[in-house]
């Protein structure tokens, strides 16, 4: 299982958000290179970066701080937050980033990722936001009635080879990943899942590999210092693996 460590930038600083409240924010790192040079020394293979501000405004703000990271650094990115245009995954890639994550606008425009797997193939992710098992958009400000089963199964016939899955109720809460979406995910969808939200011990990330989830997005728990990442690696990583 990639174990990937979470940069979530907002006003280019590292923070962390409880449910995704832009109200319940908690800044880490004035400089998310920091971040990212840490994790790497731990023996991070990927990290796992958001752009909350674009997230929020439906386009790209944080290109600093994200090129910034992909400069201090030399391991894969993924990347997701206001990409909802085939222009703003071009400036990502161009950028250096390895995989993207489509989030609003995978469920807004369809076309978008039938494009974009065409185009880049596994180079492209869904993020799966789930509120009480409906999708949410917009920097999770947004609700839908969407099952995130439902989209997932549509979407990996449409060749999309990874999903993102968090469960929003659970994020930044370190009270446990949710085992029973992830595990229904898992079972009714061809492709890789990676878990997050909830996320804080070792036996949790345990748990998640034994659901079957290709990989696990950790957190809140690293930067209180909850889970030491060169262990978790060491008992549940992998090598790296290819986009």
């Known amino acids: 299982m990639i174990l990937y460590p979470a940069i979530d930038i907002r006003g280019g600083r590292c923070v962390r958000l409880v449910e995704g409240d832009f109200n319940r924010e908690t800044a880490y790192d004035s400089d998310p290179t920091v971040a990212a040079r840490r994790w790497v020394e731990s023996g991070a293979d990927w990290l796992h970066v958001v752009d909350l501000d674009g997230a929020l405004e439906g386009k790209p703000i944080n290109r600093e701080a994200v090129a910034q990271i992909r400069a201090s650094v030399d391991v ?129 990330i345990e748990a998640v590999a034994s659901a079957g989830a290709a990989g696990a997005i950790i957190g809140r728990a690293l930067y209180d210092g909850r889970v030491d990442l060169a262990q978790a690696i060491k008992q549940f990583g992998r ?5």
């Open 76 to 204: 894969p990115i993924q990347l997701g937050g206001g990409l909802r245009h085939l222009v703003h995954l071009e400036d990502a890639f161009n950028a250096g980033v390895d995989r993207v994550i489509l989030g609003t606008g995978a469920l807004r425009d369809p076309e978008l990722v039938i494009s974009a797997v065409d185009r880049w193939g596994g180079r492209i992710a869904v993020a799966l936001d789930a509120r009480d098992g409906r999708l949410a958009t917009d920097g999770w400000l947004g609700q839908t009635d969407a099952s995130a089963v439902e989209v997932a199964q549509r979407l990996a016939q449409s060749h999309v080879r990874h999903f993102v899955y968090t469960d929003i109720r659970r994020d930044g809460t370190l009270s446990g990943p949710n085992l029973e979406g992830l595990g229904e995910l898992v079972e009714k969808i061809d492709a890789d899942v990676i878990a997050s939200g909830g996320i804080a011990s070792l036996e949790d």
């Open 239 to 243: 090598t790296r693996a290819p986009c």
